[in-house]
């Protein structure tokens, strides 16, 4: 055999070899069997808190034809939507994002009893670094890799077959007729079931993965292109605002420190009468006022803390358009209040773009930082901040902490301030026992306890000069395992009310014009944020129209 002849036979068997591999790991399928299988896929591995949600509601004993008639229902919904976005050209990128999307998604509903609504998506955006990599956790390592990664790497080396037009489309109307026969042989035998399941238990919903998220994504979407139509200019309130001229031009002027917490519960205070002293150093202040029956806005943070300043009342507010309208903290500017907004958290959700900011999340700015910065840090450099001016004027000054942001409770505090144990030293609170995820929790209250405690002797000293007054309120509650739900950001017509319900706590001393009369009877009185902007322009002795008649916290003496 010649030279040629031999590196001809070599190459001929290379190439032989490498066609057998491309047939064995580039099989071929018809892509409405793939996206049956993957249908399959994702009704099975992503949906495990939606039917567990359903099996709490109707036992598998005494429904199992239900049951089976939902399994059947959602694997058509899913094959239903896929076949609508699948074709040839699209079918590959389509389905790896599916499942990649279910991977993820679905470890934080099963984790953390999380719903991928339109404000957790919201939420979920504007998260800082630092808080996503609370998030991070081996377990959402191999779960992505195993349920995401590597099936989305197989389905991207699959051939699809190719097809005559007239045959696809005569596939593509027969798997749309098959999928929605199956919608309804599931629905009709059950009919009377169903109606109930989705009238009384909508919420159930809002667990099935990924339709939701995706969902979620195209409603964001939506509603991004409508933002993007609205005008650029502010929508302005409070036109009509004045000093109210009854107020005594030689009165001292106004000094309200205005702590926004952040994740605090009402139920885990105990100036509320929790069975935990979680707040020890308040306990021993005078002129403490706790108030019971609080109600937060919303469920998140970037829902709840532009909704807080606002002039909307929850009924009426649209976190969309908020951005769009001036908010109280533009009202108090305009009238000569000087507003400082200091943040520990991740941002003020658009409220404070108009006024001062200061961003305390770093060393560069905070003193009081080891694994993370303190919320005891931002009250550095008080007494410059309030005389910074060469006149004592009214002075309002919002504290953002980071307060109890979870899942990693453990790390809200200082070491010194672990006094309840053992404590959850993970992120993945399901993997930890009930007790040791409270107790961390609870330590960072009693963290928040020690830096309240700390405003109010920072302020004292003015009291002299200043009328002075602390409110803290929290923008919302958490979830800490009841019922299997964890953290916060359920829809709010769905949510535990251990996300809805929050501390209010008011210290004011007898030096000011606050009626404390007031604060003790409204202390017991259903309150919730919407009492916030017409409280913070009645202590500064602002009137306007737009909140005539408004209920404060308290009442303020002329």
Known sequence: MSISQALSASFTKVHDRKYAMSKRYHFELNVNVLIVITALYLVTTANISFFAQVLNI???DTNAGFILSLVGLLFGLLWLILQLLCYRSTAKAV?????LVAAVCGYFTDAYGTIFDRNMLINSLQTDQAEAMDLMAPSF??????LGIIPAFI?????????????????????????IALIALCLIPFGDQYASFF??????RYYSNPITPIYSVVKLGTDYIAERQRPDTLILHAADAKRSAAVNSTAKPKLMVFVVGETVRADHIGLNGYTRNTTPLLAKQADIYSFKNVTACGTSTA???????????????????????ENVLDTLNKQGVKVIWRDNNSSSKGVADRVVFEDYKTPDKNPNCDSECRDIGMLDGFDKMVKSDSSQK?????LHQMGNHGPAYYKRYPKTFEKFQPVCMTNELSKCDAQSVINGYDNAIGYTDYFLNNVIETLKPYQQDYEVVMVYISDHGESLGENNIYLHGLPYSIAPNAQKQVPLIVWSPASNRISSESLTSMSTQPVSHDFITPTLLSFFDITTDEVASAPTFFKVAN
């Open 58 to 60: 109707y036992p598998l």
């Open 95 to 99: 389905l790896i994002t599916m499942v």
């Open 141 to 146: 390592v191999i779960r992505v890799v195993l």
């Open 155 to 179: 389905i991207s080396k699959i051939r699809l077959k190719r097809l005559s037009w007239q045959r696809a489309i005569l596939q593509k109307t027969a798997t749309l007729v098959a999928s």
């Open 199 to 204: 009238r009384q238990h909508k919420e159930v």
């Open 303 to 325: 829902y709840s803390v532009p909704c807080m300043f606002s002039y909307a009342n929850q009924s009426d507010y649209d976190v969309d358009t908020a951005a769009y309208n």
């Open 394 to 398: 009214d002075t309002l000054v919002i």
